[in-house]
């Protein structure tokens, strides 16, 4: 059995799959209802400025976070039901946020660029094509000298399950190899609703600016 929780994944811009959205059908495992600590403590810290995108934001908690800090904070997937409990969690929290229906894989498309860009466990999830493809959108929608800081599931120890989502700093290194300084890899604990001892789920936090 795996010690990680599937991985959220992108479709042509559009498409709505069953897969997809039984994602979302009861609570997924990342989905703890709050942000996970690897990225509120960057925002307690008070790194996170300007215009902010989530990229792949699922049920909105980093979206919302960003909005509970006072910033102008956009999310975007593609899953309906989860963008619906986004919104409806803003309007619980009398938060003021904007949630997008929109393909990771086509950020360029949404024409805006932000200050400060968030991937909680989207990255890893793509290889070869859509890994390049994904990371030039990011580029293309993170300002000069804009912040982006992704979370990802570390690839140590190896897992037996060989799971493609699990991601090297050379791995990382090399994604973002053109356009980006890399200003740390930090590793980080991945929260979880899994029972213990898969709880303490081993991750990388990447902190990178845009040239």
Known sequence: MSDAPPVRTAH?????TPSLEALYASPPPWDTGRPQSALLDLAESGVFHG?????????GEHTLMAARLGLEATGVDLATTALAAARRKARERGLTARFLRHDVLDL????QSFDTVLDSLVFHGFHTRDRGRY????????????????????????????????????????????????DAIDP???????????DRIRGWRTSLTRR
């Open 12 to 16: 042509p811009a559009g498409a709505t």
């Open 51 to 59: 215009r902010l995108l989530d990229a792949g934001c699922g049920t």
């Open 108 to 111: 360029p498309a949404l024409g």
């Open 135 to 182: 990371v030039l959108g990011l580029g293309a929608v993170t300002a000069p000298g804009g912040r982006c800081f992704l979370l990802s599931f570390r690839d140590e120890p190896p897992g037996p399950s060989g799971r493609v989502h699990r991601v090297s700093p050379e791995e990382i290194r090399a994604a973002f190899a053109d356009g980006w300084a890399i």
């Open 188 to 198: 980080v604990t991945v929260d979880s609703s899994l029972p213990a001892p898969a």
